[in-house]
């Protein structure tokens, strides 16, 4: 147990022995972004993401009437914004309610047999061949070839402090292009402001890597996402990776 503590401090929070600490990482992507529907999210689903205002998340379903059975991993914030681990076990186009409802999402993983369908997440809502029809509901989504998430929205939990240690970004197309991923936060209860934005170009730099050694804190509740706001070309695909370090205030308390 000696050597544990010998560690650096971030390997002994992915062990999982400081307590009330934890890494949470972030995948993101989006496939197909064009010059006419910027800004996007960087997510598989596409768009802007619509943020609940209440923990109405409640629902999800597919749009394959073959995926029935399959265990899908919920990862969220419920109505108090604490952190949820959930599952859902998919019926084809059938609703199927979330046991505990969330104010936001954060990852969603098919724990199952492969999918043949895309999975959705979402405020219940009328859905046409298991796809809710009004889109602006959707706050979770799976491609099927993919079998998890890929999003770039994050939320601090209740009674955490956040601390961003390492980010990518990168152009996913082999076409000439450029584009750029903008970073924003919001406070509880503000509104969204532009924090940083990254320069993609595929003659110059097509992906951009930073390892942070200060740290910024981000007070619980704080919402956060990278888009993208502006590419040259169409069907542009974006992908990223970004770490966050969760410190409960516990912990924090404790060593003052």
Same mark, same amino acid.
């Given at each position: 147990?000696? /050597?544990?503590f010998?560690?650096p401090?971030?390997l ?5 022995? @400081?307590p009330g600490?934890?890494i ?5 992507g989006?496939? +197909?972004i !064009? ?5 996007e999210?960087l997510?598989k689903?596409?768009g ?7 923990? +109405?998340? $409640?629902?999800?379903?597919s749009?394959?009437?073959l !995926? @029935?059975?399959?265990?899908?991993l919920?990862q ?5 914004w604490? #952190? ?7 019926n084809g ?5 979330? /046991?505990?409802?969330?104010i936001r999402?954060?990852? /969603?993983?098919?724990?199952g ?6 999975i959705? /997440?979402?405020? !219940?809502?009328d859905?046409?061949?298991g ?5 602006t509901k959707?706050r ?7 079998n998890?998430? #890929?999003?770039?929205h994050y939320?601090v939990p209740? $009674?955490?402090?956040? &601390? ?7 152009l +996913?197309?082999?076409?000439t ?11 509880f209860?503000?509104d969204?402001?532009?924090?940083n934005?990254?320069?993609? $170009?595929? !003659? ?5 890597e930073r @390892? ?5 804190p981000?007070?619980?509740k704080? +919402? ?5 706001d &502006?590419t040259?070309?169409?069907? @542009?695909?974006?992908?990223?990776t970004?770490s966050v370090?969760?410190?409960g205030?516990?912990?924090?308390q404790? &060593?003052?």
């Amino acid at each position: 147990m000696d /050597e544990i503590f010998k560690t650096p401090f971030l390997l002994r929070v992915s062990l999982g022995v @400081v307590p009330g600490c934890s890494i949470f990482t972030q995948k993101m992507g989006n496939d +197909d972004i !064009d010059m006419a529907t910027v800004p996007e999210d960087l997510w598989k689903f596409g768009g802007e993401l619509v943020y609940s205002l209440t923990a +109405d998340i $409640n629902t999800i379903s597919s749009d394959s009437e073959l !995926d @029935v059975g399959n265990n899908i991993l919920i990862q969220g914030l419920d109505s108090s914004w604490n #952190f949820v681990s959930q599952i859902a076990v998919s019926n084809g186009m059938n609703k199927v309610s979330l /046991e505990t409802p969330l104010i936001r999402s954060l990852y /969603e993983r098919n724990l199952g047999s492969a999918l043949t369908g895309n999975i959705y /997440e979402y405020v !219940d809502t009328d859905i046409n061949l298991g796809i809710p029809i009004d889109s602006t509901k959707v706050r979770g989504y799976i491609k099927m070839t993919d079998n998890r998430s #890929f999003r770039s929205h994050y939320s601090v939990p209740a $009674n955490h402090v956040g &601390y961003l240690v390492y980010a990518n970004e990168g152009l +996913d197309n082999f076409q000439t292009t450029s584009a750029t991923a903008i970073w924003c936060s919001r406070l509880f209860g503000g509104d969204f402001v532009n924090q940083n934005k990254i320069a993609l $170009n595929t !003659d110059a730099t097509s992906f951009v890597e930073r @390892v942070f050694s200060t740290y910024e804190p981000i007070p619980e509740k704080t +919402d956060i996402v990278v888009k993208c706001d &502006y590419t040259s070309a169409n069907n @542009v695909g974006i992908s990223g990776t970004f770490s966050v370090l969760q410190i409960g205030k516990d912990w924090i308390q404790h &060593y003052r």
